[in-house]
């Protein structure tokens, strides 16, 4: 399960509305231990095209510092999937970092349709689907 504060939830949403009809996407910060997510961090998405995202590695890394020295934990990745399902594309699951989460907001002209996140353990097992629990 997933666990994420009503604020951030209400963060991720916004963000991936906003960026409609391309695609958003950013970080999810937290507790790794307790898979809660406390905040999100919107990145630039480097691919103009509304079906694909990619995070500039230097902007990564600086939210990664950034959350260190917050004492925060990167726990995973969002990005919105405008006018498509939350569903994992072959590509996602392709560049899926192993226990990191990923999760996905289905978005559309008029706002969020759904929000799924997933998860690999390894990269021998499969991905699983978590639950999301706002809190």
Same mark, same amino acid.
């Given at each position: ?17 906003? !960026? ?28 103009? *095209? ?63 349709? !759904? ?5 690999? !353990?390894?990269?021998? *097992? ?10």
């Amino acid at each position: 399960m997933l666990q994420i504060n009503k604020e951030a939830f209400f963060k991720l949403t916004s963000i991936s509305e906003a !960026q409609y009809p391309n695609e958003a996407c950013g970080v999810l910060l937290g507790n790794s231990d307790l898979n809660q997510v406390n905040d999100v961090c919107n990145l630039p998405n480097l691919v103009t *095209e509304t079906d694909s995202f990619r995070i500039d590695s230097l902007d990564y890394l600086m939210i990664e510092k950034w959350a260190q020295h917050h004492h925060l934990d990167v726990i995973g990745f969002f990005h919105s999937h405008p006018d498509a399902a939350a569903i994992l594309s072959e590509e996602d699951k392709t560049y899926m970092i192993p226990k990191l989460n990923y999760c996905i907001t289905s978005v559309a002209s008029d706002g969020t349709k !759904q929000v799924k996140t997933y998860f690999r !353990q390894n990269i021998w *097992e499969g991905i699983e689907e978590l639950e999301i629990n706002v809190k």
